[in-house]
């Protein structure tokens, strides 16, 4: 019997093998199709409950100390040049394949819930399971090349699925600027594979690294040639995972539906650029000038989303910006050479922030009961406050979420965040602050955002501020009542159902658990990825090193959440009239987003139109003009146009092609 | 004696194209339609029949070869063959034929003529691509032009007349190029023959090389088309319909390509050493001016006739590259868009039966009505934005990483043209994705709504595309299928240009761009 890393190229294939069966019904009997959702969901559940079981196996075999399994076919070949395919299973893949399918299979069980009323239901499990397949193709490439094949069609599927309201132009808009500004990345991308491949004829990821160290080294290549290569690359993992400048495209993409804000925009595909930067450490470690500047971008990155996230108002922006910052930490680990342990927040990350937005979800779904389907409305915390009498294990479980992200011990976070801000101690230490004061924003906004959402009074039914949010949201009050004149079932909102509940509780327990895998004394996941690490970091370890910076970290996540308290919990502290009021500057430019979007806009979405316009212009007016002036010369008077507007033009079609002939004729009979 | 399969697949649609004045129909195009399908689709089954029977992929030379004197004091012959340039577009022209005829279901409008024209075309493209003399080559070039013409000019849009003369001045203008030139080589040395193989043995001297490929690269970059040469096809793309449009994207613009490959590259090898560079910086400026002109254009036909021009530039670029790799991308990238322009075409033709309005301002919130044209719309325009797992991309990365690797160009020209060429990529998805979401995202538009009947799309369409969806899929995921089946006959080609290129002695213009030594066996294998 083949064992389970033999059988990998399975687990994406199942999936996929569900979404191009569903999407092929959708096109041929688009109304039976759409009418069978329960059959739908289980067929896909399955398929994708398959990979998770398969993927469980190879983890395991990795856990028994398999090796890495890798399995090639020639894929394209001309001249002497063959493109490899196929997979490759180590310690890496299995640990991204496990905690995948996880989230997948349980994001998909919520999306039955949250789902349950769009008319769309059918097509969005199709794309939860194309998106699946790809993306879980991606974690087990053996090649650069195959990494961007389903680097692209994971970028496809998210563009997808956050335009899948598509009469909403807000989504509209989002899924287009998502698929453009990574194609920015991809773009550096391509050119730094096209490069490495130049450099050194490999696509694959230790060829490329040894070849390249040996090329610097012989001398036959710069090493600023080779240090530009390996930032290209990086462009695309900087789009991917959300990572300034190109990080402009997250926020927006939360027009989404909210499962695919945990899976896609939370857990899975924005660590994908980290899952690279991990894969590509052969390549990137021997250039100290490669990873200080992965460091300089996550950090940068980390403390503009933290900062952003302190104002917003949108309780799935605030969580995306959260993600932002958070991509940013695991970047730091990169850049720090650490990337176990930036992995190790990878995975931690995935399923609080996975259990965040899902809680997200539920509370979005039970105030939508209160005041209609409208986003504007619906995920605005200034109408939300005191759900946690209503939402029991939503509250609960949202309140695991922040103290796990917050990095209060024993929770999941504290570990994976600590060992970040450890690396980052001993190799960058200004970085380290910059890391260290944004882990006490970082409790400060989830907590905020905790308060905010479900403690204090129930302010669903204010009608003033309603108003005042579609006022300011450009949409008339009238739109609003029209659609939402059905939607006023309830006063107040309701737990939801057990398909959106269970997955919530089961997220909380990784969320609290899963960090005590990773403890720097003995490390299970860093003797996964790296035995030779986890036994160096297990012999290095002393208390007297840990005890002060563990303390120092929990320290500062504890005046965050004390802040976070004073201010709206028990309203002792006006934030408002104390520090907006008092820095307007800071606080516009934080609710501003840092004017990014607005650089962009002015420089280059306003200028590539001008730009092309202008083009357009020339092509019309200049080369097409010479054409026709040189054609109404030729044509005289314009009496030969005449045979044109009478119908006649057969006629000189005969004419030309009679000449020809003649031409023909003479110049043969001359030879 | 074998059975003649290309010259079969020739004369079966022009033969049967004369039979249809009897065909029996009452002027709507019920019953003469029917026949037409049936011609091409034997015409299409006789192309998979020579391939499957008289072609071998391995082979480098020409195969199915057939020669019959015709009018000896011509010196023309009616010679036939097919290699690996020819076979794999032989097919895609019968193929894609077989679809326009499907997707010309609802023409009624003098339907016999229409259907005469179509099979006329079927035969004459095939021709062009499988003759093997010169001459006849011109001749078949010529007579192709006319079926275009009337086709443009009787089925097209308001602005017909205009861009049907304007398409056949371009034409059969830039065509007298390729007489001139044909005669003239034909003509050159002791020996009078018009035969592709009597020419390649000739030994042109590198001056009237220069002077042939000149004058040929006109012809054909009207035709490919190359930026500046291509304001025609904007206007005739912008006037057909969309059965036409299929073949004038799918079938058209590939003649040019292929006669750049076969006459440039083949018989002029050493004046296309000299040349090369320049296709490269054509490819370059054809990938990103059309792609801007396309992102500002406000009308559906004529956005994406320049995605076409835009696309085109890759094949130049890869004829150009001087390695295997890159000249079986260039060979892969004219039948991946033979497919995905067709397709795309085709959808805007149907789009138009339902909106009658092509100006996208005039759109939005299509969506709402027509899920299946969005889903068949997302796809396509994926595909023509090269994703992964379409051909497009094959065809691209390969006419890439060919291009970077090659050892005749140097560094500094290679990593200028690789970055601004992937500047498209950036370009591509902003124009394509604008027109998606500007047709069908948002609201609807009431006032559209309330003058066009938006029905969803019906069962022959689905099939049409899903016929160009099934090779443009297969290819994207093992390009094999298609690669493998030239891959001889573009090695052999390669050989035999980088051989003539370590000839030449660079002019000082050109060391500026290449490489002083050329390795010449490295790139073949």
Redesign the interface.
Known sequence: MPSAAELAWLIPVLPLAGACLVGLG???F?RTVNRLRKPVAVLLISSVGAAAVLSYAVLAQQLAGAGTTEVLF????????N?QMGFRVDALAAVMLALVTTIALLVMVYSDGYMAHDKGYVRFFTYLALFSSSMLGLVISPNL?EI???W??VG?CS??LV?FW????G???A??KA??VN??G??GL??GI??L??ATGSFGFEEIGARLQEAVAGGSLSSGVAVLLCLLVFMGPMAKSAQFPLHVWLPDAMEGPTPISALIHAATMVAAGVFLVARLQPVYEPFAAVQLTIAVVGTITLFLGASIALTQMDLKKGLAYSTVSQLGYMMLAMGCGAPVAGMFHLVTHAFFKAMLFLGSGSVIHAMEEVVGHEPVLAQDMRLMGGLRKHMPITSATFLVGCVAIAGIPPLAGFWSKDEILGQAFNTYPLLWVMGFVTAGMTAFYMFRLYFLTFEGEFRGNDQAMAAQLLAAAGKGAGDHDEEAGHGHHADHPHESGWQMAAPLAVLAVPSVLIGLLGTPWNSRFAGLLDPHEAAEMAEHFSWGEFLPLAGASVAISSAGIALAVAAYALKRVDLGRAVAARFPAVNAFLANKWYLDDLNDKLFVQG??K???S??EV?SKV??GV?NLT?LMTLGSGEG?KY??TGR??FY?LI??GG?IA???L???L? | MPFPWLSASILFPIGSALLIPFVPDKGDGKQVRWFALGVALVTFLITVGGYLNGYDPSVEGLQLAQHIDW?P????AWSVGADGLSMPLILLTSFITALAALAAWPVSFKPKLFYFLLLAMDGGQIAVFAVQDM?LF??AW??EL?PV??LL??WGGKKR??A???F??YT?GSSLFI?LAG?AM??YGDS?SFEYTALMAKDFSAQFQLLCYAGLLIAFGVKLPI??LH??LPDAHGEATAPVHMLLAGILLKMGGYALLRFNVQLLPAAHAQFAPLLVVLGVVNII?AA??S???RNLKRKIAYSSISHMGFVLIGIGSF???G???AMLQMISHGLIGASLFFLVGATYDRTHTLQLDEMG?V??KM??M???W?VCS?ASLA???MSG??SE??V???F??SEVYTLSFRVVM??LA??G??LT??YL??ML?EI?????NAELASHSNLV?AEPRE?YVISCLLVPIIGIGL???IM?DSY?AS??AL?RRETSAMALVIPTPASGLIRQASVQAP????
């Open positions: 959708l096109i041929s688009n020639n894929w394209a070949s001309a001249g002497s040049f493109l090349l961007y094949v389903f692209e069609l496809m563009y997808l335009g598509y009469d909403r132009d989504a509209a808009n899924a287009q698929f453009v194609r920015v991809d773009f391509l050119l096209l490069g491949f130049w590539s139109r730009l092309a316009r083009v357009l092509d080369v097409d054409v054609g146009l044109f507007e033009a057969q079609a030309v092609f020809v031409l023909v004729v110049f043969g009979s030879g | 009018l004091q011509l010196g023309l001459l011109f001749l010529e007579l006319i013409y009337l000019a009787i007349q205009y049907a003369t304007k056949i001045l059969a007489l005669l034909a003509f009078i930026v500046p304001t025609w001016y801007l002109t992102f500002a254009q390695s295997a790799l000249t079986s991308g919130g969506g709402q899920r299946k969005f889903a068949l997302t994926l994703l992964p797992g991309f094959v990365l390969m890439f990483v060919g970077v690797t690789a970055v992937a500047v990529v950036i998805p902003i994705l604008s979401r069908f995202f948002g609201k609807e969803d689905i093992y390009p094999r690669t891959r573009i090695e390669v490295s790139l073949t294998g």
